[in-house]
């Protein structure tokens, strides 16, 4: 791991449409490949940190089927729909969620695709611990769990999804802080039909507020991924 990366940190305001979020991060994308093919050494990165509002969005790879609205439904949820190109399957983004795009040059930070995710996963794991949550990995899958030794009771917190182009990152982690989790109940979360979704508020039964988890959360993952 390369020590003290710069890294520009992007705190969007209010709800920001997905669609226009989405263009932002392959416009900051690019410009770190564009600085990277044209022999600039270690351009710096960005962290996005912004909410949506209701919007479904189906990975690359993702089965259309985990949608489990017809067009007319799905519009009476006040909800988008979109395909977009990172990995994994279906996802909610919605108010109350803490949504993370990090456009990192990878190659810089001495990352490869899996240690980038392993450390984002760590990033939520330890946050998740300052609110006496124990969360964790699941085997065979992406994103961080509650209870993954009862496969009755095991559940979703974190969601993550990432695209990665000539070493650089975008797309990145959903993390359900005092979310509405009704909205999962009209997809198979990530694909799976045997999983249930919850947050931050439900696991401690207090209120808690966006503006917390970002605090902590933009700490700790300077700390895991030593940027400045």
């Known amino acids: 791991m390369k020590e003290n990366t710069k890294v520009c940190f992007h ?9 226009n979020t989405w263009e932002f991060q ?20 960005h962290l996005i940190f912004c909410e949506h509002p209701h919007v479904y969005t189906l990975g690359r790879f993702g089965n259309e ?3 489990l609205l017809d067009t007319l439904k799905l519009n009476s949820t ?24 990090p456009i990192f040059n990878l190659e810089a930070m ?3 695709v899996k240690s980038y995710i392993h450390k984002m996963e760590e990033s939520i794991i330890e946050v998740l611990k300052q609110f006496n949550i124990n969360a964790e990995r699941l085997d065979g899958a992406t994103g961080v769990w509650i209870d993954t030794d009862n496969p009755k009771k095991t559940r979703k917190i974190c969601a993550m999804g990432v695209k990665v182009n000539r ?15 009704s909205y999962f109940n009209h997809i198979n979360p990530c694909g799976f039909t045997d999983k249930s979704v919850t947050s931050i ?24 991924f030593h940027f400045k």
Do not use: C, W
């Open 11 to 19: 705190d969007l305001p209010d709800l920001s449409d997905y669609k």
């Open 110 to 112: 001495g990352l490869g």
């Open 167 to 181: 070493g650089v990152s975008m797309h990145g982690f959903a993390l359900n802080v005092n979310t509405d989790l």
């Open 201 to 224: 508020e439900k696991e401690t039964g207090n209120e808690i507020y966006l503006y917390s988890v970002k605090e902590k959360l933009l700490q700790v993952m300077k700390k895991k």
């Open 78 to 101: 006040g909800a988008q729909f979109f395909h977009i190109d990172r990995g994994g399957d279906i996802t909610y983004h919605g108010p109350g969620q803490l949504v993370g795009y």
């Open 26 to 45: 392959e416009k900051l994308q690019k410009e770190i490949i564009d600085l990277k093919l044209s022999g600039i050494d270690n351009p710096a990165g």
């Open 65 to 67: 089927q985990n949608l």
